[in-house]
C-alpha cells in the first residue's frame, strides 16, 4: 500500500475553521468581558475601602 502525503496527521494544510468576522467579534466580546471584570473588581475594592475608613457610629 502506498501512504499519499498530506493525508493523514497534520502534514496537509489546516482548514479554517471559522470567519475572521467571527473570530474578530468573539475578541472583542472577550475582551470586553475582561474590561468590564476589571471595571467591577476596581469598583468593589474602592467602595470596601471608603466603608471601612468611614466611622460607625456606636
Keep these: 500500500m502506498k501512504r499519499w502525503s498530506g493525508t493523514a496527521g497534520f502534514d496537509g494544510r489546516p482548514a479554517p475553521v471559522a ?4 473570530t474578530n467579534a468573539i475578541a472583542a466580546l472577550l475582551a470586553l468581558g475582561a474590561l468590564t471584570l ?16 468611614t466611622l460607625i457610629p456606636a
Design 19 to 22: 470567519s475572521s468576522r467571527l
Design 38 to 53: 476589571c471595571l467591577v473588581v476596581a469598583v468593589t475594592v474602592l467602595s470596601s475601602n471608603i466603608s471601612m475608613a
